[in-house]
């Protein structure tokens, strides 16, 4: 059970006095990051990727035809070695090579692939009509060179890119290894204790927070645009989609709809103007999904009414398993849509007040839970919950009652029901 631990990574027991996260670091011996190649590799030259950038922004433009032009010999015809400017990738195996872009393993030459392992983003050049470019790498080309050009912002819950290339059949972007997508690791180790669950919920929003600073937004948040690996470190990744808020003065709009589980209401509609309370409530839709003992009550094609109805009364919604914090996000996309700075500072301040329940010492687990060992429990809400509820939100809270089994060593609190 040793080797399934993740150090507790950045999450203090104790809030500091102005209610942020502080990280903390490792106790002797801990490790809290993989292993990487003490070679001269692209992650170590950042001066090397803004040229990388540079030279590649003609080969990573889309030229757009009307006709069908999928490539079905697309797979048998990558070169097993990937050349930048600088630097060659050998390709290890591949993670995704039906879809595209396809998704590779790589590891610089000639280094060994035991010792340093990157991901690869595999895209053909040839020209694609608008259907395919929901998933071109142009956008995220962009988004990423962008990324790049920013020192100060804090972007450790993102993919980072450090290096790109070309040749005369493909584009690739090569990332730092970043494990495998959130609804993956959920399928494998559902459900996620109290710790995992609380540091998934926490790191996800951070990640999201770390977009908006850029002025833009992502578009498409959901359980695999999420990275997980152990140790413990979650990205968030896939930018086909995002975009700047505001371009040319102009407000983000709804161009085509595209709808699923996690995108927000908004979405569901032509012309509307979104902005970042529409990724923070795919955000929620998707914590729901992945920390809840239920699934969404909604299908993927009919589920606008479903979100209508949930919003209408959250306190219905089956919360058993989610961390606390999560129940009142609702509340807190009603009443701060005005700003979604405020926004913000309610969703830390709630972070910082719910990290005081785990122990500084507990680690989160990757541990398979019978369904007959959880039991929901209904309690009064907590002290900083009753702040922002209404009397009337207050007054629909059912009394608390014991259960009659065994408690679980690994609950720290009762599972707030509201």
Not at 206 to 231: N, T, V, Y
Not at 390 to 405: D, L, N
Request: glycine share 2%.
């Amino acid at each position: 059970m040793t080797d399934l631990l993740f150090p507790f990574m950045g999450i203090p027991r104790y809030a500091t006095e102005k209610h942020k996260l502080e990280d903390v670091q490792p106790s002797a011996g801990t490790s809290t990051m993989s292993t990487i190649s003490v070679l001269s590799t692209p992650m170590k030259n950042t001066k090397h990727l803004k040229e990388a950038l540079t030279k590649c922004e003609a080969a990573f433009k889309d030229e757009f035809i009307k006709e069908d032009t999928k490539d079905r010999d697309y797979a048998t015809r990558v070169s097993t070695l990937l050349e930048t400017d600088t630097y060659k990738y050998e390709i290890i195996d591949y993670v995704d090579r039906i879809n595209t872009p396809m998704i590779a393993r790589v590891h610089p030459v000639p280094d060994q692939p035991t010792i340093t392992k990157y991901i690869a983003k595999i895209q053909s050049r040839k020209p694609i009509n608008l259907q395919q470019s929901m998933y071109s790498l142009e956008k995220e080309f962009k988004f990423l060179s962008a990324l790049s050009n920013q020192s100060k912002i804090e972007a450790k819950n993102v993919a980072r890119l450090i290096d790109c290339g070309f040749d005369s059949d493909f584009r690739y972007l090569i990332f730092e290894e970043y494990g495998s997508d959130l609804q993956t690791m959920h399928n494998k180790y559902k459900p996620f204790g109290p710790p995992l669950a609380f540091l998934v919920t926490y790191h996800s929003y951070q990640a999201i927070k770390a977009i908006h600073s850029l002025g833009m937004l992502h578009r498409d948040i959901k359980p695999s645009c999420f990275a997980l690996s152990k140790p413990f470190s979650l990205k968030i990744k896939d930018f086909y989609r995002t975009k700047m808020k505001i371009s040319k003065g102009n407000p983000l709009r709804i161009k085509n709809v595209t709808v699923d589980q996690f995108c927000s209401r908004k979405s569901h509609s032509i012309g509307e103007v979104i902005d970042e309370f529409d990724d923070y409530e795919s955000w929620l839709y998707t914590m729901m999904h992945m920390t809840c003992k239920d699934q969404l009550l909604w299908s993927p094609h009919e589920c606008l009414e479903a979100k209508e109805k949930f919003h209408e009364a959250p306190k219905d919604y089956f919360w058993f398993g989610a961390p606390d914090m999560l129940i009142l996000v609702p509340y807190l996309l009603r009443k701060c849509q005005k700003s979604h700075l405020f926004f913000e500072s309610k969703i830390e301040e709630l972070f910082s007040m719910e990290v005081k329940v785990f122990d500084e010492r507990e680690q989160p687990e990757w541990h398979r839970v019978k369904d007959n060992q959880k039991k929901s429990v209904r309690a009064k809400p907590s002290a900083h919950m009753s702040m922002l509820m209404s009397v009337e939100e207050r007054s629909m809270v059912v009394s608390p009652h014991k259960p009659k089994t065994k408690r679980n060593k690994h609950k720290k609190k009762l599972v707030l029901q509201l």
